[in-house]
């Protein structure tokens, strides 16, 4: 009797303390909902629903773009001057121009053959054409492996030439502006880049550089990527998604209709003349190249972006390596937007145009509210609104606007519409990395300048690569376990009961299944499924 009247004051002690708790946190929130909350809420949902308009606005844009260039075909050979260049009798070769190839690589062991054997076969007059191997590897294994490489190509008659630096200072635009100083640089008048993972077609040089002699106003030839590993997983097949639409709509909007574009830091080709009068590479932020273009499009230059060139490369085949790349092309551009906006408004050699285009397209919608919007809106507010029934989303905002710029967004690769949904949920997941990098960049704090190479695995080692860095990834416990995935999944599956117990039933499904996804990256589960085709 004795032991079960104890018992039984610890169990009404216990749940006295805890009703009392219970009901102090709900008179808390009484008090602070009405007066705080609500009109916070209001205020977030309303600058959420104006910053989804703005990407709707700029999605149908380039939807009714993209779709007048197919239906009447405006080709680049329609807007641009090109002719195949031919042999002169009298000069020889002297009468195409020198072009210089520069392949930047750092610790790419499994791709340093892929790239460079890829360059020494461009098609090109073997006396005008210069292969430049930008090393800025630690590894001595590497390093001591890459210059071996070289000087094989190089007994077979190659001209390549071996850069190394004594620091990586600058990292890639650093290595690249090294490049562009020695004396043999000099002769030339164009620069191919190519990143380590990327092996262009014998007639790359062919087909791009003739916009470039015959039209003096171009300054850039883009060409698109082709990815050799899109079906090694589901991750990557995401990744394709995105990039497709980047490259297909975005890049051949800007190109069509002679506004502006990024160039992507590789598998294009410049003037190396524009270059110069750009004000050369710069290493004040992680995307360089974005820096350069819109240098020199403020210096009035022109760009083309060839969609019928591809050029074979690597998607990130492991979540920590597209992690690592996710935060770069997102604080880089965010950082860059902070650096340049006043010197664009400042500008007396662009159009007004040209300026709106560049600061509120190209940067703010594209580069900032792209990311904010959607996991500020879809991930943050939308589910709060559960917790707080005073405050509605208009179904147009929660539905219909984002179902249609899902929908326009896949355009780009028809073949992967079946995984639509898994792409919806693997964007919002990655949309908090992205968000947190922007405002990284945005403020200049943290990580802003952070810069890790991309793990890559190479082609021809793909399969046996990947188990391997499977296998070590699944023991490392510690690096598999993403926290912040946790915490948001955490607070979309309270939501979700929230809603079930509580609420309307409006958002429980969208809830789950998103904090389902939230989890499963939480694991570092997404890049080991494989879809089916």
Same mark, same amino acid.
């Given at each position: ?95 195409? &121009? ?41 590894? &001595? ?42 004396? /043999? ?38 060409? #698109? ?45 410049? #003037? ?203 023991? #490392? ?29 409006? /958002? ?26």
């Amino acid at each position: 009797m004795e032991g079960l009247t104890r018992t039984n004051l610890v169990s009404d002690t216990f749940y006295g303390t805890r009703d009392d708790i219970t009901e102090q946190f709900g008179i808390m929130w009484g008090q602070i909902k009405a007066p705080l909350i609500v009109p916070l809420l209001r205020i977030s949902v309303f600058l959420c629903l104006a910053m989804s308009v703005m990407l709707f606005i700029e999605r149908v844009y380039m939807f009714v773009v993209i779709t007048l260039l197919k239906v009447f075909g405006t080709k680049p050979e329609k807007r641009y001057k090109w002719e195949p260049l031919k042999d002169d009798v009298e000069l020889g070769n002297s009468s195409y &121009p020198m072009v210089l190839v520069q392949i930047p690589m750092y610790n790419e062991k499994e791709v340093y053959q892929l790239s460079i054997g890829a360059a020494c076969g461009l098609s090109w007059p073997s006396d005008r054409i210069i292969v430049q191997v930008l090393d800025d590897s630690t590894d &001595p294994i590497t390093k001591n492996l890459v210059e071996i490489e070289c000087q094989r190509w190089a007994s077979k008659g190659i001209n390549i030439k071996y850069e190394v630096r004594d620091n990586r200072s600058g990292y890639k635009a650093g290595a690249l502006k090294e490049g562009l100083k020695h004396s /043999y640089v000099k002769q030339c008048d164009f620069v191919a880049i190519f990143d380590a993972d990327f092996q262009p077609e014998p007639d790359f040089l062919w087909q791009t550089i003739p916009f470039l002699v015959h039209n003096p106003e171009l300054s850039l030839v883009q060409a #698109r990527w082709k990815y050799v590993n899109a079906d090694e997983c589901l991750m990557t097949r995401m990744q394709e998604m995105s990039l497709d639409y980047h490259f297909s709509v975005e890049q051949e909007v800007g190109s069509s209709t002679h506004a502006f574009f990024g160039f992507n830091g590789t598998a294009g080709v410049w #003037r190396i003349a524009a270059i110069d009068e750009a004000g050369g590479w710069k290493d004040r932020t992680t995307v360089e190249d974005m820096d350069l273009a819109v240098r020199a499009s403020l210096k009035g230059w022109k760009f083309l972006f060839l969609g019928s060139v591809k050029v074979k490369n690597e998607l990130p085949s492991t979540l920590k390596a597209y992690r690592y790349q996710q935060h770069r092309w997102s604080c880089g551009p965010a950082n860059l937007f902070r650096k340049m906006c006043m010197e664009i408004i400042r500008n007396k050699k662009v159009s007004l145009w040209k300026k709106i285009h560049v600061i509120y397209s190209f940067f703010f919608v594209r580069k900032v509210v792209a990311h904010i919007v959607t996991f500020v809106f879809y991930v943050v507010v939308l589910p709060a609104t559960v917790l707080v029934p005073e405050v509605e989303v208009p179904k147009w905002g929660a539905v219909y606007i984002p179902a249609i710029i899902t929908l326009l967004n896949a355009v780009g690769t028809p073949r992967s519409l079946h995984l639509l949904v898994f792409w919806i949920l693997f964007e919002n997941v990655m949309s908090l990395h992205r968000t947190k990098a922007t405002f990284i960049g945005l403020l200049e704090a943290g990580r802003v300048n952070e810069w890790i190479v991309t793990e890559k695995l190479g082609d021809a080692l793909k399969l046996k690569s990947a188990t391997k860095a499977f296998k070590k990834h699944r023991m #490392r416990l510690g690096d598999r376990i993403h926290l912040l995935e946790f915490a948001a999944g955490a607070y979309l599956f309270f939501c979700g009961c929230y809603d079930i117990a509580f609420g309307t039933n409006h /958002y429980f499904l969208y809830l789950f299944i998103q904090a389902f996804a939230f989890l499963i990256v939480g694991f570092g589960y997404v890049g080991t499924f494989v879809p089916n085709s």
